[in-house]
């Protein structure tokens, strides 16, 4: 079966870190495309950054360029969005997703969800 699972959300003043995992079984991370996606309450869901691939380009949504950054380490099979410089507008439930490779990342299709870590951004 496939699975993804997510971590490393929690709480944060504005302008602190996290890095969030997301841990893949069942496939490898390394033949797809990884999509990190955020719902806040009341918002709709919004891609934040996807990569395709070993080598693909990544994409990241405006407002989080230069803050954010997607990696993968293939020996771990974990898809990571690593998030500086926080600001109360990031604070959402964070999901990972995956699905066939495209390139480039943006547009394509998620099959495959985790079921979210929550961020917290807070004065």
């Known amino acids: 079966q496939l699975h993804l699972v997510e971590s490393g959300g929690g709480s944060v003043q504005p302008g602190g870190s996290l890095r969030l995992s997301c841990v893949a079984s069942?496939?490898?991370?390394?033949?797809?495309?990884i999509g990190w996606f955020r719902q806040a309450p009341g918002k709709e869901r919004e891609g934040v950054s996807c990569?395709?691939?070993?080598?693909?380009?990544?994409y990241y949504e405006d407002s989080v360029k230069g803050r954010f950054t997607i990696a993968r380490d293939s020996a771990q099979n974990t898809a990571y969005l690593q998030m500086t410089g926080l600001k109360p507008e990031d604070a959402a439930l964070y999901l990972c997703?995956?699905?066939?490779?495209?390139?480039?990342?943006?547009?394509?299709?998620?099959?495959?969800w985790g079921q979210g870590t929550q961020v917290t951004v807070f004065s």
């Open positions: 997703a995956v699905g066939p490779r495209r390139e480039p990342c943006i547009g394509a299709r998620y099959d495959y």
């Open positions: 990569i395709s691939g070993v080598i693909g380009t990544p």
């Open positions: 069942g496939f490898a991370l390394d033949y797809v495309t």
